[in-house]
């Protein structure tokens, strides 16, 4: 299956014209989703993608769609052009727009893409351009059990906690829920941007540090009982012997 979509190819078209793949079923309920945020708003869609959620985008003032691949941006402008305003190739962490200029930042299925360091700095480049009280919504895949989805495309996958933690910094989580899918199942969050001045990437990097030595410690922890628990079995097997 091929990570992006794209609206010819037989997994993301509809069937006969009319009946949805259970693929592009998913995919079209999260932009509906976040369609309910956007009707009047200046919004930036960022990755876009091949533009295949535009149509639920609409309602939007003005629709940016960026994306850092060409051939995506080519894609999207040859089937949904006349839905957006802007469609550009740009870079998610620098994306060179001006301070303020969004109501809304919509980043669904994209923050897995980026490591963990540049999904920070993501976050922090969409207080940057949002407006104070604007909108960021995110989704992305959860990892079950803890384990990666095995999807190569993916860089690091957040656990749900972490990223609302990380998000949190930023921004006031408004909403957030477990949006189930056909393969996979997606964190779901709407958040809305602090007022005053957004944070830096410098002031936020003591935090990714300290949550990182965090999880390390847990897992030294956890470890740790599981070694016991193994070693007081044997002594257990040992005395009933």
């Known amino acids: 299956m091929p990570e992006r979509a794209y609206p010819d190819h037989p997994i ?21 989703k976040a369609g309910a945020y956007v009707r009047g708003k200046r919004v930036l869609d960022i990755p876009c993608g091949t533009g295949m959620g535009f149509p639920h985008l609409k309602s939007a ?3 940016t769609g960026a994306d850092r691949a060409e051939e995506a941006i080519a894609t999207a402008r040859q089937h949904y052009g006349h839905l957006v305003a802007h469609l550009l190739t740009t870079d998610m962490v620098q994306t060179g727009f001006e301070v303020g200029e969004f109501e809304v930042v919509l980043c669904l299925e994209g923050i897995e893409h980026l490591s963990k360091r540049d999904g920070l700095r993501f976050l922090v480049e969409a207080a940057r351009i949002l407006e104070p009280g604007g909108r960021l919504i995110l989704s992305w895949p959860t990892a079950h059990h803890g384990q ?6 993916h860089l690091y996958e957040w656990p749900p906690a972490e990223l609302v933690a990380a998000v949190s910094r930023c921004f006031a989580v408004e909403r957030q829920a477990e949006i189930g899918g056909s393969n996979l199942n997606v964190h779901f969050l709407v958040a809305r941007r602090n007022p005053g001045a957004s944070p830096t990437f410098d002031e936020l990097e003591p935090w990714l540090n300290a949550e990182r030595a965090r999880r390390a410690d847990a897992a030294l922890v956890d470890t740790r009982r599981w070694i016991e628990r193994q070693w007081q079995g ?5 005395a009933d012997g």
């Open 148 to 153: 990666h989805t095995d999807n190569a495309f």
């Open 12 to 32: 993301w078209a509809r069937r006969f014209g009319l009946i949805a793949t259970s693929e592009r079923r998913d995919l079209e309920r999260r932009y509906r």
């Open 61 to 63: 003032s003005a629709l």
């Open 234 to 238: 044997q002594r257990a097997a040992y």
